[in-house]
């Protein structure tokens, strides 16, 4: 499977951005779908996952409450949509998935297969 992530940009500290990670080659509906983000000089970190067949959805303590994380089968296309920005949420954000992954393993990025190739993030204050 492929995937490119899109939506991306500048947006003040409390403003919204959705993004997008769109698949080609395979259906979405099989895979788990994470979003992982990695800040300059930090580690990559969990965001949010939605378990294949929409079975579940997870969200990092940071962004719980402020992120949802979404379906659209018809379009093979997952999204993120991120509220209430902060300056903290300043990142490349990837989408990555797995069709085998196991719950347990839902926020490790080195479990995931396949990978988009990120999209800037920047919240400014």
């Known amino acids: 499977v492929q995937l490119q992530a899109s939506g991306g940009g500048l947006q003040e500290a409390g403003g919204s951005l959705r993004l997008s990670c769109a698949a080609s080659g395979r259906t979405l509906a099989t895979y788990t779908i994470a979003w992982f983000r990695q800040a300059p000089g930090r580690e990559r970190e969990f965001v949010a996952a939605t378990r294949k067949r929409g079975a579940s959805t997870h969200y990092a303590d940071s962004v719980k409450g402020r992120f949802t994380i979404s379906r659209d089968n018809a379009k093979n296309t997952v999204y993120l949509q991120m509220n209430s920005l902060k300056p903290e949420d300043t990142a490349v954000y990837y989408c990555?998935?797995?069709?085998?992954?196991?719950?347990?393993?839902?926020?490790?990025?080195?479990?995931?297969?396949?990978w988009g190739q990120g999209t800037l993030v920047t919240v400014s204050s």
């Open positions: 990555a998935a797995d069709s085998t992954i196991i719950l347990s393993d839902t926020r490790d990025h080195q479990r995931y297969d396949y």
